[in-house]
């Protein structure tokens, strides 16, 4: 049974790449496996939900992805959620184009019924790639200095928007942002 829903935003393979790099030395320190063990994929969750209905969400974000363009992406500081997952993530630099795309997405989620819960609403959305999880609170220091190695920033872009079903992670479709070719 599944925990929730997300949408998410994905990056070119140069960005996702450099995202998995960090995972990579994480796992290897022994210090998070959980993104890795999940099957999960770099990405900005644009939104979550406990209950939604893929098959009728498809068509709608299929549209909006066709309507958008690949979303430059600086991944410029690294961070910490203050919650009981010890997530550590590297936030973007908030650009109006990254902003917006969100603030539309909630938008189309609202006309379509769905509920949005107050950590994704647009004024309180905090955009962060999670690169570890339920690190141990007596290696978080560690964490941020195997984190602070990377050269940042780094850069890319947001290539796809897709929705996932979680945990472990379940892909249920993904579309080019900016594609309007028919499948």
Request: proline letters at 7%; glycine letters at 4%.
């Amino acid at each position: 049974m599944s925990q929730g829903y997300a949408i998410e935003l994905y990056f070119d393979p140069a960005l996702e790449n450099q995202v998995l790099k960090a995972w990579n030395v994480l796992a290897r320190r022994q210090i998070s496996t959980q993104l890795i063990e999940i099957e999960s994929r770099p990405h900005i969750t644009l939104f979550s939900t406990s209950s939604i209905e893929p098959t009728k969400l498809e068509p709608v974000i299929k549209a909006f992805a066709s309507k958008q363009e690949p979303l430059y992406l600086s991944f410029s500081s690294i961070g910490s959620l203050s919650n009981d997952n010890n997530v550590l993530f590297l936030a973007p630099t908030p650009s109006m184009s990254l902003l917006q795309f969100h603030s539309q997405l909630c938008e189309l989620m609202k006309k379509e019924g769905v509920e949005i819960g107050e950590v994704y609403r647009p004024d309180s959305w905090i955009p962060y790639c999670s690169v570890a999880q339920d690190v141990p609170k007596a290696r978080m220091a560690e964490a941020f200095c195997v984190l602070r190695d990377l050269k940042l920033p780094v850069t890319g872009y947001a290539m796809d928007i897709g929705l996932v079903e979680f945990s472990p992670v379940r892909e249920h479709f993904s579309f080019v942002l900016g594609n309007t070719l028919e499948a």
